[in-house]
């Protein structure tokens, strides 16, 4: 299978723990982009990579969270401290064209 | 970014064409209509995109306004498979797409 991989798909932690989500893109894509989705709502947009070069971030992503990209291959996403209402599905995306985005499953995150 | 405007929800019948319309009155002249679509408990899918003139791929046709205020995505024949929630987005010359509510398409039998 060669598309966009997430890991891990569920994660439940207690409020205060840190997490890590990895997201592998499809191999030839320099783009790489993570959204955050709650249930019955949109995703929304949290931060973009251009090879390893994060080019965008979004207001949403408070100080807690970290994402790197360090040799244009793989992405992690860390959340310290986490809080409820971190609780969300978290979304990985790559693309080679921008606005043709491939997204992973999802990596479903649930603090108690 | 250019908002959209998008019905909650819709409802088809199985092996019937399907047309899903969206609204977009403060299109700038650059701004790329992306239409994604997400199924229950998947990541959203690219579906389509075009600029100006009507686009048709394997999954869907893309038909848009001669003023580009409106758009419609079209299913040619509706299967149980393509029950979703459909986004309509509109990309500036960017890269990140911002997603709205979409509209939750149901398939009768």
């Known amino acids: 299978d060669t598309g966009v991989s997430q890991d891990p798909r569920h994660k439940i932690t207690k409020r205060g723990q840190n997490v890590t989500f990895r997201c592998d893109p499809i191999s030839e894509h320099n783009r790489l982009y993570w959204y955050r989705q709650t249930l019955g709502q949109g995703p929304e947009f949290l931060t973009y990579f251009q090879n390893e070069a994060q080019l965008e971030k979004s207001r949403l992503l408070s100080d807690r969270f970290s994402a790197e990209r360090p040799k244009g291959s793989f992405s992690t996403l860390e959340i310290q401290r986490t809080e409820q209402g971190d609780s969300a599905m978290y979304l990985c995306?790559?693309?080679?064209?921008?606005?043709?985005?491939?997204f992973g499953e999802g990596s479903r995150l649930t603090v108690l | 970014d250019a908002k959209t405007t998008q019905p909650n929800s819709m409802e088809s019948n199985e092996e019937e064409p399907v047309h899903l319309p969206c609204n977009h009155s403060?299109?700038?002249?650059?701004?790329?209509i992306h239409w994604y679509r997400q199924l229950p408990s998947q990541g959203p899918e690219y579906v389509i995109h075009g600029l100006t003139s009507n686009v048709n791929n394997r999954m869907a046709s893309l038909a848009i306004a001669e003023d580009r205020k409106s758009s419609t995505l079209i299913l040619h024949r509706a299967t149980l498979r393509d029950a979703a929630v459909y986004y309509c987005i509109l990309r500036d010359a960017g890269n990140m797409l911002t997603f709205g509510g979409g509209t939750r398409l149901m398939v009768k039998p």
């Open positions: 995306a790559s693309s080679r064209y921008p606005g043709e985005l491939f």
């Open positions: 403060t299109i700038s002249g650059t701004d790329y």
